[in-house]
């Protein structure tokens, strides 16, 4: 029999071993003689190998002796069966509380000594997503915006300390709070929340890729409904009246641009002469301008061989009209140059939308001063945009498929297009010959 200070020492090297990781009770066990003494050898499987346990029986190895030696041993087997159901329970109870707690965090991380991206703050990680994800992968206004989303209102709510959590402690309940403290407290409007929903979203999205969250909260936000923005549009009258006031003034081609074409500020500011074919009648979108309103801006003005979007890059027919419009421009073009002299500003050459001294036409001055002739001539209110919106539903009133209006705007989904349009008919009919239709003055 063993005493009660050999099962404490004994019990001291069973818990030393068992702790090392995962062991199973398939145990076995022989009785050896080692050095004149009996040794009770135990075999146990743990993390997936097979290891040996000696323990000393304490009986002297000769005759008569075997027995009472496995006696012994089959003490010490017991106890090391025991200690394993123990310590295999005391750790059942352990995984359970901690998978209750767990469940309740948006984290696949079940280590308390391991540190990932679920465990910052979650405002800190929204920074990290700004900076070093989505910097490089969008356009650098649209950067702006999302600068301004996470570095304003995002900021101001989420380092307070009532609303201060990490990344796996945010809920869609948490996300619902934030929207209404910008719908209450900040005045904003859905269609502008929804904004900082896309970018939450796209932060989650970037640790679900990575498997260091379960599931992105804002999958399980309250919907947020957009309001419909009624954008002013011209009909064929209200534009042909536009036409003549704008008569000579530097905004006059784009005007026509965006009315005949329904074609974005950027696309219009970036066509280049190189891809304006004069003999074949046609031009390509293939590059863009865009102004980058942020103070801290490097650069204000900034040119891209991207459209919006896939669809974004196609080929448009030239019409007469804007075909003796655009040999005017160009010609004179030339004549500033010779002009000017010294004094042109040769930076832009080769666009299309340049000032007489060479200066590039700023999308912002575009905008501006539409604006400003609208007001100053008492026209209807609209923006060079709701010339687009303009373009879109005259055309589909005019009977343009659905499917062919989503190629002449250049937009990536039919769902952008029946935003613009409003007319429940359609036909098929050939887009260009519709706009030739609708702008005769016949």
């Known amino acids: ?50 290891k040996t346990f000696w323990s000393t029986t304490g009986v002297r190895a000769g005759r008569g002796n075997i027995r009472n030696a496995n006696n012994v041993a089959k003490e010490v087997v017991q106890l090391f069966k025991k200690e394993i159901d123990q310590s295999n329970d005391a750790k059942k109870e352990i995984s359970i509380v901690e998978f209750q707690d767990m469940v309740q965090l948006n984290t696949t991380n079940y280590n308390p000594n391991v540190t990932t991206k679920a465990d910052w703050d979650f405002y800190e990680y929204m920074e990290y997503w700004l900076k070093n994800i989505i910097k490089n992968t969008v356009a650098k206004n649209t950067y702006t915006g999302y600068k301004r989303n996470v570095e304003n209102y995002m900021k101001e709510y989420f380092t307070i300390k009532e609303h201060k959590k990490t990344v796996k402690e945010i809920t869609a309940d948490d996300l619902d709070d934030f929207y209404n403290f910008l719908r209450n407290e900040k005045n904003l409007k859905n269609s502008s929340i ?23 909260p804002t999958d399980l936000v309250n919907p947020i409904t957009i309001e419909t923005v009624e954008v ?7 534009i042909l009246n536009l036409f003549k006031v704008l008569k000579d003034d530097p905004i006059e081609l784009p005007a026509k641009f965006a009315s005949y074409y329904g074609l974005r500020r950027s696309e219009i500011l970036g066509i280049r002469i190189e891809v304006i074919d004069l003999e074949k009648d046609y031009f390509i979108i293939n590059h863009v301008a865009l102004q980058d309103d ?17 669809k974004g890059y196609r080929t448009l027919p030239i019409f007469p009209e804007i075909k003796k419009d655009i040999i005017n421009k160009i010609e004179r073009i030339e004549k500033c140059k010779e002009f000017y002299g010294n004094t042109y500003n040769h930076t832009y050459d080769g666009y299309l939308f340049v000032h007489d001294n060479g200066d590039f036409i700023l999308p912002n001055y575009f905008t501006k001063r539409f604006g400003k002739i609208i007001r100053r001539n008492n ?64």
């Open 379 to 442: 026209l209807k209110k609209i923006t060079p945009h709701g010339l687009r919106h303009s373009n879109a539903t005259l055309l589909h009133m005019e009977g343009v498929d659905i499917r062919d209006l989503q190629d002449w705007l250049g937009h990536q989904s039919v769902s952008s297009t029946n935003r613009y349009t409003r007319s429940d008919y359609q036909r098929q009919l050939e887009t260009a010959r519709a706009v030739e239709r609708i702008f005769s003055e016949n």
């Open 232 to 238: 002013s549009t011209y009909n064929k009258p209200e």
């Open 194 to 216: 929804d904004h900082y929903q896309d970018n939450i979203s796209s932060a989650f999205n970037s640790l679900l890729k990575k498997k260091l969250v379960r599931y992105n």
């Open 294 to 310: 942020n103070k801290d801006a490097e650069q204000k003005l900034y040119f891209l061989d991207k459209t919006k979007s896939k």
């Open 1 to 50: 029999m063993l005493s009660e200070a050999s099962k404490q020492k004994i019990l001291v090297r069973i818990k030393k071993a068992i702790n090392q990781g995962e062991i199973t009770k398939d145990i076995t066990y022989s009785v050896q003689n080692k050095d004149g003494i009996y040794q009770c050898v135990i075999k146990y499987y743990i993390n997936g190998n097979w």
